[in-house]
């Protein structure tokens, strides 16, 4: 791991990462701690206790991710009344989704907008980082 190879080479600056999870850390053995990564917000609480209950395990964000993609892509179908492509696209389109992932909608593109949160590693442990300690300087 890079995060092990750069503690062991006495790196001590601020270090970011792409994609942070709770084997990630375990694997990192202590040093990702302090380490900052941007992504989206953890899943609801409620859908969160249903996976756990159905699966054994709590849910990563991409699993409230796809959910929520079903979801609106269902949704889409139901309001445009049809399973043909440009129709449900139309629809989906500014479509407003507030799921188990957060709220969010697609752009004229296609593609999810949502707002990104950033989290720190403490304790061995992601924890939602304020907003004024996420902003620039």
Same mark, same amino acid.
């Given at each position: 791991?890079?995060?092990? =190879?750069?503690?062991?080479?006495?790196?001590?600056? &601020?270090?970011? /990462?792409?994609?942070?999870? @709770?084997?990630?850390?375990? #694997? $990192?053995?202590?040093?990702?701690?302090?380490?900052?990564?941007?992504?989206?917000?953890?899943?609801?609480?409620?859908?969160?206790?249903?996976?756990?209950?159905?699966?054994?395990?709590?849910?990563?964000? =991409?699993?409230?991710?796809?959910?929520?993609?079903? &979801?609106?892509? /269902?949704?889409?179908?139901? @309001?445009?009344?049809?399973? #043909? $492509?440009?129709?449900?696209?139309?629809?989906?389109?500014?479509?407003?989704?507030?799921?188990?992932?957060?709220?969010?909608?697609?752009?004229?593109?296609?593609?999810?907008?949502?707002?990104?949160?950033?989290?720190?590693?403490?304790?061995?442990?992601?924890?939602?980082?304020?907003?004024?300690?996420?902003?620039?300087?």
């Amino acid at each position: 791991l890079a995060s092990r =190879e750069l503690s062991r080479l006495g790196y001590k600056s &601020m270090r970011m /990462a792409s994609h942070i999870d @709770a084997q990630r850390i375990d #694997d $990192a053995a202590g040093t990702l701690e302090g380490t900052i990564s941007f992504a989206y917000a953890a899943p609801d609480a409620d859908f969160a206790r249903v996976y756990r209950d159905r699966f054994g395990a709590m849910p990563e964000i =991409e699993a409230a991710i796809s959910y929520d993609t079903l &979801m609106a892509y /269902a949704e889409a179908v139901r @309001a445009a009344g049809s399973l #043909d $492509a440009l129709p449900v696209r139309k629809k989906l389109l500014g479509m407003p989704v507030a799921g188990a992932s957060g709220s969010f909608k697609f752009d004229s593109s296609g593609c999810a907008i949502r707002p990104a949160v950033a989290w720190v590693v403490k304790s061995g442990k992601l924890e939602r980082l304020p907003q004024d300690e996420a902003a620039p300087r």
